[in-house]
């Protein structure tokens, strides 16, 4: 164990963090991800302080193989952009930048600065950076290169003591971000961590800020919530809090009325592993309201027309990808021995038709399927007679 110091303007040396090396911290190398390992050290080649931060560092450390890993630098979101031709910068606040390996995407930050409060959006320094993190599990810095954890706030201790300890103030820690109150159930329950009596009552009491809260962060801790391999045990969690109804009202309406949905309801849930694509972790979500929505004895495409549509509905706030809410749909209905076939829509109007495989010819409303589009020939020129354009109303998502 090594000690961090600064040195502040008088010249005295102040500690700052403490520096695990390998034997300390125990982290195995080879479940770190090899391009975030490249990210790292070809920032560090220019000369930026980067390291590996929050979950990934806290899951490394328990023993498991995270799924993602967020990276945090010294460098500007355009010197990150100009170094990985693989990248685009996101965000209107605060500017992060995606760096993309084949499916996989890296979100790589600035350190974020506290001179104009907690919520301030201006770049900082990395003292400054961990103080703006929720809780000391998440404010851990790994340097692959070295292989040294670097731990400023005691975070090592409280996950070698399994505590759930919030770095901001808890007065205002779920003020000044609501969505803390989810994160703080689904660390308790994906580390198996308790969570102290102090957050329990803020969080009791301070539920009904989520209902502020915009449907795309919504959307996005829930979709982390059923692509984990703990969705069960954190929507158990939420629901016990009150928080699951700002998430799924319906489905959180329909779990208090009825015990025999929220049974189905939870088994659908807990039979999710992780691995799911978006459409398979949705189809969980869905699956035990489209059992008693659909008349499965009716027409098939007025079925999945008021099921897509009546299953839009259900999962309100969130709003998931069309074509992950359709895929979704497809699975139930497929469970059902009825094929739709995959990502084909037919425009009608305002209206969008899935084409459903049946053992005679396709049920296409408004008449007949529209005619397939030509490839164009070499050396003709786009929209000349050897090119037809799209026919009316044909559309595919």
Known sequence: MRIRYITEKNGRLVKKAVVYTQNEHGINFADVDTDAVYIIEKLRAHGYET???????????????????????????????????????????????HVYFGPKTFEVSTFRSLKDGPTSNTFGVIEED???????????????????????????????????????????????????????????????????????????????????IPSSRLTEELFKIIHSA??????????????????????????????????RYMKSLADLTGSESAGEALAALIRDYLEDFVDWDGGIMENYKSAFFGTRQFVLPINPPRADLDHAVRIIFGEHGITIKKSRFIERGKSWFPI??????????????????????????????????????????
């Open 130 to 212: 961990v103080l703006r993190r929720d809780f000391s599990l998440n404010a851990l810095f790994y340097d692959p290169g070295k292989q040294v954890v670097v731990d400023y706030v005691g975070g090592m201790k409280d996950i070698r003591d399994k505590k759930i300890r919030p770095i901001i103030p808890l007065a205002v820690i779920f003020k000044d971000d609501p969505v803390r109150m989810i994160r703080a159930v689904k660390y308790a329950a994906t580390t198996g961590f308790k969570l102290p009596l102090g957050i329990k009552w803020k969080i009791k009491r301070q539920s009904s800020l989520l209902a502020s």
């Open 230 to 263: 703990f969705a069960f045990r954190i929507v158990e969690n939420l629901e016990f809090f009150g928080l699951y109804e700002y998430l799924q009202p319906k489905a959180s309406e329909l779990i208090k009325k009825s015990s025999v949905f929220r049974t």
């Open 356 to 397: 459903v495989e049946t053992p005679g010819p396709a049920e296409i409303p408004g008449g007949d399927p529209p005619k397939k589009r030509r490839r164009r020939r070499k050396g003709r020129s786009p929209g000349g007679s050897g090119e037809d354009g799209p026919g009316p109303g044909e559309g595919v998502f």
């Open 51 to 97: 390291y590996i931060v929050g979950g990934a560092v806290r899951d490394l450390m328990l023993g498991k193989k995270p799924k993602d890993f967020d990276i945090v630098s010294g460098a500007s979101p355009s010197r990150i952009k100009k170094t990985f031709r693989n990248a685009r910068i996101i965000g209107r606040r605060f500017r992060l930048v």
